[in-house]
């Protein structure tokens, strides 16, 4: 690419030696622009810059020496060389007035071409070395501009550090992480103003140190810092250390990343996990108890297996209230009601009275699983064993104690055991587990049990408005049928699948399908000719709203069978009935048959 032409101004009254003066430039990359006096000399050069300025000393009106001292009077022209082309006979006063003009040349006329276009070349190359490096000085300061704009709106703060371990260079983003402004700072050494946490003023010294030795270009080394209000924050350094092309030392960058929030979340990750790990572990110790004591007080299979799953199921419900409040707690009505959901009790024949209370996660879980043992007592040998009979919870709290009366009415005549079983036991422990005790009464009208515990919580000033609670599917007084029916199982968990393969299949139905990934799931309900679906709610850590989807569109109709809550089911599918784990055998089979039924799948 041609390099623009040089503008070079060219002043004489005679129009010829214009011409001739264009004729020998024109060539050399010049644009030769023309002015036949001063006046207009001085309105082209208000106009536009030049490299350099040809002018005549002769010419009517202001001479050349006139318009050379006023262009060295005028900042704009100041700079512009000027070369005197004169026809004059030689006269040293003359020419000594030319240089006082500040001419930088005068040249007579005839003047010998090779000569002029040397002369003239050298000042066309300068000004097009001026412009290039006007050019590389202006795209330097934009540049320079980005990086600083780009340096003060990152997160990161950016320190520069000299060979003596001296502040050169404090960012933006530097004073709004730790307070301090540049000015303040600014060759101090970071162990003078108190800026890295004391046990890590060593680690950090050391580091830069082997940066201006050499010993080390570049590092990351997670150190603790203070900003001026004292706040200690966890933060990331990176570190580099920048040479000159003779391999000096120039500076230190330290780009420094406050992980601070990441730090804490880590923590409260693996906190988190421990928690975890310690409510698995004792909730799989509890469900190992029931089974233990279940089956040493059981009859045989037919007894232990719904007395075992009832109680499974009402440790499950509270385990759901629980999670519902990030393990804060759970309200005791909640519980009563609990009870109900799972269809372990009618809701007409259950009086509820007390006052709204929140209970701390342990007793929650306890009190669960002896409300499930009241009510399944009183089912199997109590009031709630005849169609007449009714029992009555109330709680009261008095200072710091928590008081709950159960108490059965209408059953059949109530006499004192003649063996301690473990639903007895149970209920006794866990209030003496709660610091609590338990006291039954084998009254001949019905039998009534005491419960009084320490409360550490705070009862509500007005009870929360919540619906009522819809009972679920009513399960069957004998086997379910589904002979001959083609479903499809997805999903995840091996176990909970064999346990669906086995209700399914012996009810008569057909597993026409199963799969455990996302990907074997959609290819299927898109796919298999199947008369309904069992769906899990995620399947390895997947979403199921495109599965669903699949199913709904082929009018295939479907139950959710999932261990999450309504709200992490697919929202557009919120018609769909959703079986919720554990699971009883009755209550799956029994959706399982509705879904042919009057309950039809429908979304949205």
């Known amino acids: 690419m041609r390099p623009d032409p040089v503008p070079v101004l060219a002043v004489d009254d005679v129009p010829e030696n214009l011409v001739a003066l264009d004729a020998l430039l024109g060539g050399e990359g010049v644009e030769l622009v023309c002015a036949r006096s001063g006046a207009e000399a001085l309105e082209l050069l208000l106009q536009r810059d030049f490299a350099l300025a040809l002018l005549d000393v002769q010419m009517p009106g202001m001479d050349g020496f006139e318009l050379a001292e006023l262009m060295r009077g005028t900042e704009r022209t100041r700079r512009i060389p000027i070369m005197f082309l004169t026809a004059v006979a030689t006269d040293e006063r003359r020419r000594f007035r030319g240089y006082e003009t500040g001419a930088v040349d005068y040249l007579l006329k005839p003047v010998d071409p090779q000569i002029v276009r040397n002369k003239v070349g050298v000042f066309v190359e300068l000004y097009r070395q001026r412009r290039e490096i006007a050019q590389q000085r202006d795209a330097l300061a934009e540049a320079l501009n980005r990086i600083k704009a780009h340096g003060d709106n990152s997160p990161l703060a950016i320190v520069e550090l000299n060979g003596e371990q001296r502040i050169l260079h404090w960012s933006a983003g530097a004073e709004r992480l730790f307070g301090w402004r540049a000015s303040d700072v600014t060759g101090y050494r970071p162990c003078e103003m108190g800026w890295i946490a004391p046990e890590h003023g060593v680690a950090f010294a050391t580091l830069i140190g082997d940066m201006i ?258 009972p679920p599917p009513r399960g069957t007084d004998g086997p379910v049928s589904l002979e001959g029916r083609r479903f499809l199982i997805i999903e995840d968990e091996p176990l909970v699948m064999l346990e669906l393969v086995d209700l399914l299949t012996g009810a008569g139905a057909v597993v026409a399908g199963q799969a455990s990934s996302r990907s074997d799931a959609l290819e299927l309900a898109r796919t298999r000719q199947v008369d309904g679906a069992l769906l899990d709610g995620n399947l390895q850590g997947e979403m199921v709203d495109d599965i669903a989807a699949a199913l709904a569109a082929r009018g295939i109709p479907f139950l959710f069978v999932s261990g999450y809550g309504r709200e992490h089911l697919p929202v557009e599918f919120d018609r769909v009935v959703a079986v919720t784990k554990p699971f009883s055998p009755a209550t799956l089979l029994d959706s399982a048959a509705r879904l042919f039924g009057e309950a039809r799948v429908s979304t949205r």
């Open 213 to 470: 030795a050499g010993r080390r270009v570049r590092e990351m080394q997670p150190l603790r810092m203070r900003t001026t209000e004292g706040v200690i924050l966890d933060c990331e350094c990176y570190c580099s250390a920048l040479h000159d092309a003779a391999g000096m030392l120039t500076s230190v960058n330290v780009q420094i990343l406050d992980v601070s929030a990441r730090k804490r979340a880590e923590d409260t990750q693996r906190l988190l996990i421990g928690e975890l790990n310690h409510r698995v572990k004792n909730t799989l110790a509890s469900v190992q108890a029931i089974a233990t004591q279940t089956l040493r007080h059981s009859t045989g299979p037919s007894d232990f297996a719904p007395t075992f799953i009832g109680r499974i199921h009402a440790l499950a419900k509270a385990h759901s209230l629980l999670s519902s409040t990030t393990w804060e707690g759970a309200r005791l009505r909640e519980l009563v009601e609990g009870q109900l959901r799972i269809g372990a009790i009618s809701e007409a024949r259950l009086g509820i009275h007390g006052p709204e209370l929140e209970l701390a996660p342990e007793p929650a879980l306890h009190l669960a699983l002896v409300l499930h043992e009241l009510v399944t007592n009183a089912h199997k040998y109590g009031a709630l064993s005849v169609p007449e009979g009714r029992a009555d919870l109330h709680w009261s709290l008095t200072g710091d104690r928590l008081r709950l009366e159960w108490r059965e009415r209408g059953g059949p005549p109530v006499l004192p055991p003649t063996r301690r079983g473990f639903g007895t036991a149970l209920i006794e422990r866990s209030l003496k587990a709660e610091g609590g005790v338990a006291v039954s009464d084998y009254a001949p009208d019905g039998l009534r049990w005491t419960l009084d515990l320490p409360y550490a919580g705070r009862p509500r000033m007005a009870q929360v408005p919540r619906p009522a609670p819809s």
